[in-house]
């Protein structure tokens, strides 16, 4: 990394600067670059209330999780008309969250966060609850309002990707983080509140659930097996071959066996690498063409923008990270072109998925739609 001392902007490596700015209310802004010559010099012109700086965090005993608590969400910007979209750049007076003009890939500090660095008292309040320290930031994959990140190139996709690793590495290394979760929920079916495309990164002070499960499966099955959990259901979606959608040379995509979602895919690359700042050159390079592709076939199956979440998954900031494994979690609710799935009494309340449609099935319709796309 090297700092250009007249703009302060960062080289990251791969070609790419990051230039951190400040907007009104303190929040840092950074743009990501993959050409020189941008100054990312405007100035956020707007009058702001200071950010919201509390959220409690409380632990739910009969469970033994942590749920965020977070009251201000209630007020936050909900479907705007593309006029007064805040992640839209800033055009004359209609002033947004992105003072520049215009950007390629663009990241800022949540101004609604469900965690806040504010709330960095060491102490917890009470012995179930604790500040919700941590850091929320938003992603924006485009300037372009009504795109998608299925429809950007293959080029920009590599510095979203860019993107993500730099916040991954920046948002590990602020004390008190344990997790670094990457995530895109696309479509209002999913609780989208802005239409323009863009995702998310959460900075967890624990290991989420899920991923603490999946690393505890991991560890049990090794100390039973001698194996690795992950390395097995690799092979084994390879030698049956049915759920299969992309058989790369450096990913591996299939509809895992007991897909919980009509449509679900797990993106593994085919190197066991534990992070997301792991990812060889190679790597990156093929996940920029593969995911594109994955992603339009998704919007080819029914004919309809898919609405889908996309997760990345990853080992915590700290501790051993030899029961982790980097994949990259694709689902959707949509089963069919006018029916969601919704999660009822035995998902919601039990946690007993039930899949309306076959995962070979689901894999079949994937590859068909892989065909339309790249035909
Ligand atoms: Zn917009």
Request: charged share 25%.
């Amino acid at each position: 990394m090297s700092t250009d001392a007249s703009t302060g902007s960062i080289d990251i490596g791969g070609g790419v600067t990051r230039s951190v700015r400040q907007l009104a209310d303190g929040r840092e802004i950074a743009y990501y670059d993959a050409s020189p010559g941008h100054a990312r010099d405007a100035v956020d012109r707007r009058q702001l209330d200071d950010a919201p700086t509390h959220t409690e965090l409380r632990h739910d005993p009969l469970r033994d999780e942590w749920v965020v608590v977070a009251g201000h969400r209630q007020a936050r910007t909900f479907l705007p008309p593309s006029s007064e979209c805040p992640l839209c750049p800033t055009h004359d007076d209609q002033l947004t969250e992105v003072p520049e003009a215009d950007y390629d890939v663009v990241v800022f500090e949540n101004r609604f966060p469900s965690l806040t660095q504010h709330d960095s008292e060491p102490d917890p309040l009470d012995q179930h609850t604790r500040h919700g320290f941590g850091r929320c930031e938003v992603v924006c994959f485009t300037s372009n309002h009504g795109s998608a990140l299925a429809q950007v190139t293959p080029e920009r996709l590599r510095l979203v990707l860019e993107a993500w690793i730099d916040r991954d590495r920046v948002l590990s290394a602020i004390p008190g983080v344990e997790h670094v979760f990457v995530f895109e929920n696309r479509g209002v079916e999913i609780g989208v509140t802005l239409s323009h495309p863009h995702g998310q990164i959460y900075a967890y002070p624990f290991v989420p659930p899920r991923d603490a499960q999946m690393i505890q499966a991991a560890r049990s099955y090794r100390e039973r097996t001698g194996g690795s959990l992950h390395a097995d259901v690799i092979a084994a979606e390879i030698a049956d071959g049915q759920r299969i959608v992309h058989d790369g040379e450096h990913w591996i995509a299939f509809v895992p066996r007991a897909a919980r979602w009509p449509f679900e895919l797990q993106i593994f690359t085919r190197r066991p690498i534990a992070r997301l700042r792991d990812l060889s050159d190679d790597e990156r390079a093929e996940f920029s063409t593969m995911y594109l592709s994955l992603l339009r076939s998704l919007d080819a199956i029914l004919g309809v923008p898919m609405p889908y979440i996309a997760a990345w998954h990853q080992a915590p900031v700290h501790g051993d990270p030899q029961d982790s494994r980097l994949f990259l979690e694709v689902f959707s609710l949509r089963r069919a072109a006018q029916k969601l799935k919704y999660l009822a009494g035995s998902e919601s309340a039990a946690g007993v998925w039930i899949n309306d449609i076959s995962p070979e099935d689901a894999a079949q319709a994937l590859r068909d739609g892989l065909r339309l796309v790249t035909a």
